[in-house]
RNA sequence: GGAGUGGGCCAGGCGGUCGCACGCGCACGUGUGCGCGUGAGGAAAGUCCGGACUCCACAGGGCAGGGUGCCUGCUAACUGCAGGGCGCGGCGACGCGACGGAAAGUGCCACAGAAAAGAAAACUCUCCCGCGUACGCGGGAGAAAAGCUGAAACGGUGCGGUAAGAGCGCACCAGCGUCACGGCAACGUGGCGGCUUGGCAAACCCCACCUGGAGCAAGGGCGAAUAGGAGCGAUCAAGGCCGGCCCGGCCGUCGCUCGGGUUGCCCGCGUGAGGCCGUCGGCGACGGCGGUCCCAGAUAGAUGACCGUCCACGACAGAAUCCGGCUUACCGGCCCACUCCACUC
């Protein structure tokens, strides 16, 4: 799956996009540039209230191996995932869930 | 068998499905597909020391500032490590210690206590004189032992000595100085001497030794560039300005040279003070020699997700230039050596 790779790019969705919500994760969602036609990516972020790197690290593993399993990138939008204290302990089945809840409440899927 | 000390090692395993980063190979549509291989730690952490590397600065020396502080080694180097010494703790194996100087100077030593540092004063003790029946009172002289306080009281114990006492004298001990011997040294052992000096230097300080600054976001390259700037040279042939004209100057034109900033990309970037095995030297840290292996390299930042299964139910925790240490965090498991206690033969 794309990833968007530059800190200017995720600031600007920060700045601009729409956001959806959740105990699990929270949602940052943009549609892709007209022109861009294949420009649908994904990135994945987990701060400091997450944990230190290995919770960090563990709490982005996660989301990605959902998002995986939803059919990322989806089509039309770039999406931002943020990690949540609990996004690391959660089971699979919830996180599947909590993810695919704030895309339909976002339009994305 | 129990209790303990020191050191080393490990950090869930196995199977399946899907997936990530890098390298190699093969395809084609040149960034994708397939296959194979490799892929976090003992602390990767805190960033506390020491180096390598890079850039800047620099004749040499000194001062200031900072660091270190028993000795001898090891090392690229160290505030590290090894061995030794001394002190303290432990029955012991063993552990802990910034462990130079307090007669160079300054300063501090709470509370208590007469006094916390050129030692003087008080209670007190002894003797003499006077008063007084006696207890005692007044004056003079001598003494600092004993008692009280405290973390610490101007050496300790004993004998002699004395009016009572005191290193006043002597013996032993502690400490100081000095000599001899052993040791590379720290230091130890013994002799002799005069009898004596509180503690604190992670208080200022003194002495000895070490010491430029910043850090991989270091630093370098590509590049948007027919942009824009600086310097040198040529030309003034065409043109503009100063001028009536020439010389000259400024602008212009042409050629050459040069540095600067910023998102992006590349290098730096992993063959190294490297790991493992053997052997030799050394008590050891470590070093020499030989063999063998190539063992993460990302850049929103790669090791994961799900299922099954087994068990002692899995701690602390994620590389970011590299290496050597220190410190801190940590569920537990295994191995080796040693100590103490109990029991059996």
């Known amino acids: ?4 790779r530059s800190n200017r790019e995720i600031e600007t969705i920060f700045l ?4 959806v919500a959740h105990p699990l994760v929270v949602a940052l969602y943009r549609p892709t540039a007209a022109a861009d036609g294949d ?3 994904v990135a994945f972020v987990a701060g400091k209230k997450v ?3 290995v919770s960090r690290n563990r709490a982005k593993r996660v989301l990605r191996a959902a998002a995986r399993r939803l059919g990322a ?3 039309g939008y770039d ?4 990690a949540r204290p609990l996004t690391g302990r959660a089971p699979s089945a919830d996180l599947d869930a909590a993810v695919s809840s ?8």
Not at 16 to 19: E, K, V
Not at 79 to 82: K, N
Not at 102 to 109: K, P, Y
């Open 79 to 82: 999406v931002v995932l943020i």
């Open 1 to 4: 799956m794309r990833t968007i």
């Open 73 to 75: 990138p989806w089509p």
């Open 51 to 53: 944990g230190g790197a």
């Open 102 to 109: 704030v895309l339909e409440r976002g339009g994305v899927i």
């Open 16 to 19: 601009r996009g729409r956001r």
């Open 39 to 41: 420009g649908a990516r």
